[in-house]
């Protein structure tokens, strides 16, 4: 079930153009401007968060880092047009100098998202479940946000025991918590 939403969701997402003001609108409802929060760099079809960093200049902006296959994602220090950056294995730009911190609040990217149980679907590699969950674990504040689309809205999303809920998923148009 969960491989046939990605394939359907990737390529509804692929023709989502988003405004970046109204984004910002809904996540200054969650965050404030002094607050340090991760973005992800956006793959080819991944709906382009880079877009909200205008609006995000007075907050500290982290980018994940891939560590084993197993462990957690780490996050370290972005500047945009300043940060000198590398691809990783999965060709996902990550900084190269590793100023590693804690952000209190974490963007997640997702394909679809249930926004009563705050679930997602991303590409089922579990990095981001398997950071919210050490996150969790070792008692860290950090809130984790997925970043969506109305049109990537779904009922029900299946899930297992592995698979870790968001503490809000924001859209053009809504905070869901």
């Not at 079809?45 to 902006?61: D, G, T």
């Not at 500047?79 to 209190?104: D, G, H, V």
């Amino acid at each position: 079930m969960k491989n046939e939403l990605r394939i359907l969701f990737k390529q509804i997402r692929k023709d989502i153009k988003i405004q970046p003001e109204l984004y910002v609108e809904q996540l200054q409802k969650i965050i404030s401007t002094d607050s340090s929060i991760s973005i992800y760099y956006p793959l080819a079809n991944e709906l382009n968060i880079l877009s909200i960093l205008p609006f995000l200049s007075k907050n500290k902006i982290l980018l994940p880092i891939l560590q084993q296959e197993t462990e957690p994602l780490l996050f370290s220090k972005f500047i945009i047009n300043q940060t000198k950056l590398q691809m990783n294995k999965f060709k996902i730009f990550e900084p190269i100098e590793q100023e590693y911190e804690i952000p209190q609040f974490c963007i997640v990217p997702l394909l679809c998202f249930d926004p009563l149980n705050k679930h997602r679907i991303g590409y089922g590699g579990g990095f981001y479940d398997r950071t919210i969950a050490h996150y969790r674990s070792q008692n860290h504040n950090t809130k984790f946000i997925g970043f969506g689309h109305e049109l990537l809205k779904v009922k029900n999303i299946p899930y297992n025991i592995n698979d870790q809920q968001l503490d809000f998923i924001i859209t053009d148009q809504y905070v869901y918590h």
